[in-house]
């Protein structure tokens, strides 16, 4: 039985992180991957979902020609060619990260699905392997709901909307997460007729109502059909078609489109890890149990990424990474330190880092809140991108920025000023003494806070 210092199951982006402290070292290394390598954000995710996302955002710009002042023409979207492209920025990362892997000395990837055959012992390809430490980053998959006659219709993930070749006619869209919005907005785009149905009183139900009631208008004024409260309770494939049969506020009604993406979240990979041979535990909803420092029960053995429920996001992936290595060699960061942040990836996307205004009152925060539209915002009137809204949320007790959300043109990347002003434990009054660029959207944001209003 072959013996390493390191085995990583799974090739998500927690492993990049890993390797690139680890193969330094001289240590020998052994990757486990039974699907393709890269993951989920180079391959299904982030990296195709935002290629796409930008060859749709192209397209509508080109259509605003006379809002600009130019002329156009006849405006054609060559759907093959945007699927090229993509896929030639997908394929690119998951073949630069398998050759740097297969080009290095200490690393050796096995191709095949792993499980444990005990606390620190491995089974691929019917052979054992043993490590001295074990990361498990395996990811999630999409979760179908059991929804009567889905199995026998052919629905889509988002990796098989990505990979269809054909565009499609009406795209029926189950799910009213970040996965089923930034979709929705996309097809639509590109010329597909798109029904977004969710179970809840509105989109994004993480977010906060006037946030969550913004994305929805703009998706709205786009052309996406948006049924809110509405639980899909029957599939049917007739003649080419998707059936689903709606209860929509309290009467049935049957939709009907040319393909069904469900979109209604994901599950941990744990189940086929056969993780009791090694003693590791995991929680009610399937997410292997870690400390602060992704380490689970069992010495030497962690759990990072996904897998862990404690972030899905492949900058909390690679946060993992950066904590684990950071306790190995002798540091003191934590999970519980992080600040939660994450983007959703529309036109204009939305950045939001820490609390939002619901959830910190529900934690019984005495709290001030900002808001500002970006119709009032100068450079987002000169971009012609004023859809949107600023929201800023302060704790009226110390005077620290508890959360923001930022729905407009780059709030994506302004965002990640307030996970630094938030990380530094910087005073709001002084982030309002802070001289930004002009003109900018960012300008705007210390401005803001002169709006700040107690939130009874």
């Not at 691929?124 to 219709?153: A, L, M, R, S, W």
Request: net charge negative; glycine share 12%.
């Amino acid at each position: 039985m072959k013996t390493y210092d390191h085995i990583i199951l799974g090739t998500g982006q927690a492993t990049g992180t890993l390797l690139g402290r680890l193969i330094p070292t001289g240590d020998s290394i052994a990757v486990i991957e039974g699907g393709k390598v890269g993951g989920s954000c180079v391959n299904y995710g982030c990296t195709p979902t935002k290629t796409m996302v930008a060859s749709a955002k192209a397209l509508h710009q080109a259509r605003r020609g006379d809002f600009f002042g130019f002329e156009t023409g006849d405006i054609k979207l060559n759907y093959a060619r945007v699927r090229e492209r993509m896929n030639e920025i997908r394929n690119g990362g998951s073949d630069g990260l398998t050759h740097w892997m297969e080009s290095t000395e200490n690393v050796e990837l096995i191709r095949g699905w792993g499980e444990f055959a005990g606390p620190k012992t491995l089974r691929v390809n019917d052979q054992e392997i043993t490590g001295k430490k074990i990361y498990i980053n395996t990811g999630t998959h999409p979760f179908v709901p059991p929804i009567d006659g889905i199995k026998d219709v052919p629905h889509l993930d988002s990796g098989g909307l990505l990979d269809l070749e054909e565009l499609p006619g009406h795209l029926l869209i189950l799910g009213g997460g970040y996965i089923g919005v930034e979709f929705s907005q996309v097809f639509r785009r590109f010329g597909s007729k798109v029904t977004l149905i969710q179970g809840g009183e509105q989109l994004m139900p993480r977010e906060d109502a006037d946030i969550a009631n913004t994305i929805q208008d703009f998706l709205e004024e786009e052309g996406v059909e948006v049924m809110l409260t509405s639980k899909a309770t029957r599939a049917q494939y007739i003649d080419g078609q998707v059936h689903l049969t709606v209860m929509h506020d309290g009467e049935t009604k049957v939709v009907t489109g040319t393909h069904l993406l469900v979109a209604t979240g994901r599950r941990p990979n744990s189940k086929q890890l056969n993780l009791k041979a090694a003693g590791i535990e995991i929680n009610g909803r399937g997410f292997i149990e870690v400390n602060d420092y992704c380490e689970t029960v069992v010495e030497g053995v962690y759990a990072l990424g996904d897998v862990n429920g404690h972030g899905a996001f492949t900058h909390t992936s690679v946060n993992d990474a950066e904590i684990t290595l950071d306790h190995m060699f002798g540091g003191s960061r934590k999970i519980s330190n992080r600040i939660p942040i994450y983007g959703l990836f529309t036109d204009p996307p939305l950045g939001r880092v820490g609390l939002t205004e619901k959830a910190a009152l529900e934690k019984g925060y005495k709290i001030m809140k900002a808001t500002r539209p970006m119709s009032k915002i100068a450079r987002a009137k000169e971009m012609g991108e004023t859809k949107g809204i600023a929201k800023l949320i302060v704790d009226a007790d110390t005077d620290l920025i508890l959360g923001a959300s930022i729905l407009g043109p780059g709030g994506d990347e302004i965002i990640n000023m307030f996970a630094a002003i938030m990380h530094s434990g910087i005073p709001c009054r002084s982030y309002r003494e802070v001289v930004l660029v002009h003109p900018t959207v960012s300008e705007l944001m210390p401005w803001i806070l002169d709006g700040l209003q107690l939130v009874e």
